[in-house]
């Protein structure tokens, strides 16, 4: 991955604040630097969120931070225009392999758009930035990293494998930057997590992202910053209230059909398929595509090159539905979503506040839309309880399965998910490390 210059013009390099006409923002972007108002303002925007009002104010006076809002509230602006305001003002040229900032996410599709974020609101000023995840060669982010770079945003593996080849090292880190909270302190980051922490300097700033963060994680959390400031908004709401929510109770075997029956009766213009397993998503774009619709599966066992590509596809409206399992969930940015199904329900119930995130972003409604079959049942009552409420069932559609409808806490489900072993803990474990 090739090292992003955001460049000034030859003026702007001289003075910050000649030869850049003055923007009307509002709120907390008016204490940002002429350069970043007027990225800023070419995106789109003049009005901070309410994260990005709260944030960045402390974190241009250089505190730490843990954050938690909804998913598509502008969580990544609300940490790279303070960082990128932070390294402009105080100039200093990054050694080799020795970036000033980090950035930790735990997949590669959000590396890659947090990434291209900064490259988006730094284009006026004179900051490099490169992003290092796997499944690609590492040629490209070696030859970054020596020719010194600002900013790193990673995924943890790799990461520590150039580290581990002495490539890079973070002893210059002024600012670590810790995105999805939830996802990077679970069971199967969380050793990986504490071997960059000691690799850092303790003067850092640290900052910690999320859209939700489970009592447990935010204590784990507040071991690893000093004095943070705590920014929550609105917590006890995790879904996005745009977004309307349905479930669909059906047996196993005839969640194709009715998926098949919805693409053809609903207005969906663009939609992501969630499935559990990546097998699963093969089948299920295969089938798409075998009735007509344009469709194509992203997971794990994919290469880089064709995830990005599939991705950019979806993006750009070259197919109509992405048929995905949980790596995006996460890291993606598409803002015309209209429909987020789930044909397989989550094994974690703040899985499902990402997934649903998909739609209903900047500003725009959305639909989801969750099948849940018998063995499923358990996961639903997991969701529900997260919301706070239940989730409105569709009793009226041709496949409807009374069996998954009225299943009980003594299903199968239950004893599926939470069997010997701790099988749900260890899937996610494994699920996680599969995917940097």
């Known amino acids: 991955m090739m ?30 630097m002429p350069e970043l108002q007027r990225a800023i303002t070419r995106e789109g925007y003049s009005t901070p969120t309410p994260i990005q009002e709260q944030a960045i104010p402390r974190l241009l006076e250089g505190r730490d931070l843990i954050g938690t809002a909804q998913t598509g509230t502008g969580k990544t602006a609300a940490f790279a225009l303070p960082i990128l305001q932070h390294l402009s003002k105080h100039p200093k040229k990054p050694q080799k392999g020795a970036p000033r900032c980090l950035v930790l996410s735990p997949t590669r599709e959000l590396a890659a758009q947090i990434g291209a974020s900064f490259t988006r609101y730094g284009k ?25 770079v600002d900013i790193v945003v990673a995924t943890p593996g790799r990461l520590l494998d150039l580290m581990r080849q002495g490539h890079l090292r973070l002893d210059a880190v002024d600012i670590f930057v810790l995105d999805e909270v939830d996802r990077m302190l679970d069971m199967g980051f969380l050793p990986d997590i504490k071997h960059v ?122 197919f109509q539905v992405l048929v995905a399992t949980d790596v995006a969930a996460r890291g993606l940015d598409v803002d015309d979503i209209t429909h987020v199904i789930n044909y397989d329900l989550p094994v974690e119930a703040e899985t499902y506040v990402h997934r649903i995130g998909r739609t209903g972003r900047a500003g725009a409604d959305g639909d989801a839309i969750s099948f849940c079959s018998t063995e499923e049942r358990s996961y639903l009552r997991d969701i529900e309880r997260l919301l706070g409420n239940p989730v409105t069932a ?18 199968k489900a239950v004893n599926h998910s939470n069997g010997s072993g701790n099988r749900k803990r260890r899937n996610s474990r494994n699920f996680n490390r599969s995917r940097r």
Do not use: C
Not at 3 to 31: E, L
Not at 124 to 148: D, E, M, P
Not at 394 to 411: I, R, Y
């Open 3 to 32: 090292k992003n210059y955001t460049r000034a013009n030859d003026a702007q390099n001289n003075s910050h604040n000649q030869n850049v006409p003055p923007i009307a923002v509002t709120g907390a972007f008016a204490q940002l």
């Open 124 to 148: 006026y000023l004179k900051i490099s930035n490169t992003t290092i995840f796997g499944g690609v060669n590492q040629h490209s982010q070696v030859q970054a990293l020596r020719a010194s």
């Open 197 to 318: 922490l000691k690799s850092l300097s303790p003067k850092r700033q640290t900052l910690f992202f999320s859209a939700t963060m489970p009592p447990k994680l935010r204590i784990l959390a507040s071991t690893m910053v000093n004095d943070p400031i705590q920014v929550s908004i609105e917590p006890d709401k995790p879904a996005v209230d745009r977004i309307t929510q349905k479930v669909m109770f059906v047996g196993k075997k005839n969640k194709n059909a009715l998926l098949l029956s919805l693409m053809n009766e609903h207005n969906i213009n663009k939609a992501i398929v969630f499935t559990q397993m990546k097998h699963v998503a093969n089948r299920v774009a295969k089938q798409l595509q075998n009735a007509g619709f344009k469709g194509e599966a992203i997971h794990g066992n994919k290469s880089q090159a064709t995830r990005t590509r599939t991705l950019n596809g979806f993006k750009r409206g070259h």
């Open 394 to 411: 569709d009793l009226e559609h041709a496949f409807h399965s009374p069996e998954a409808l009225q299943t009980t806490s003594g299903s």
